[in-house]
């Protein structure tokens, strides 16, 4: 119903930045709240920062003061600015889409895979 495609993520060295983005197939005009999320190896899947429909945002305490969540509802887009990086940021990242308007539902991204070197 809604598809979610990740930009293409790759690898930094510690300290660098990289932004990610993620467009939905539908409108996110109608979406209530979306985010970001992460599964590092061997872990499980975690919250990194979520945006609602009034861009109220949210973040792990991970990540507070080095990353930056927004949404392009023109574009159909949200995006993950990410600064000041680090090893343990290496993960693959997930966005995410909660619609409770005229369309229902919880849609995710395939992921994108993001390598911080030491």
């Known amino acids: 119903q809604v598809q979610l495609v990740e930009s293409e993520g790759g690898l930094v060295q510690a300290g660098g930045s990289l932004r990610l983005s993620c467009a939905a197939s539908?409108?996110?005009?109608?979406?209530?709240?979306m985010g970001w999320y992460r599964r590092a190896p061997g872990k499980q899947r975690e919250l990194v920062a979520t945006?609602?429909?009034?861009?109220?945002?949210n973040y792990a305490d991970s990540v507070k003061g080095r990353f930056i969540i927004s949404r392009d509802n023109g574009k159909n887009t949200m995006y993950l600015q990410m600064s000041s990086l680090k090893p343990e940021d290496t993960a693959v990242y997930y966005c995410?889409?909660?619609?409770?308007?005229?369309?229902?539902?919880?849609?995710w991204g395939q992921g994108t895979q993001v390598t911080v070197s030491s």
């Open positions: 539908r409108s996110i005009s109608s979406a209530s709240a």
């Open positions: 995410k889409a909660e619609y409770r308007a005229v369309i229902t539902g919880d849609y």
């Open positions: 945006i609602t429909s009034d861009s109220n945002t």
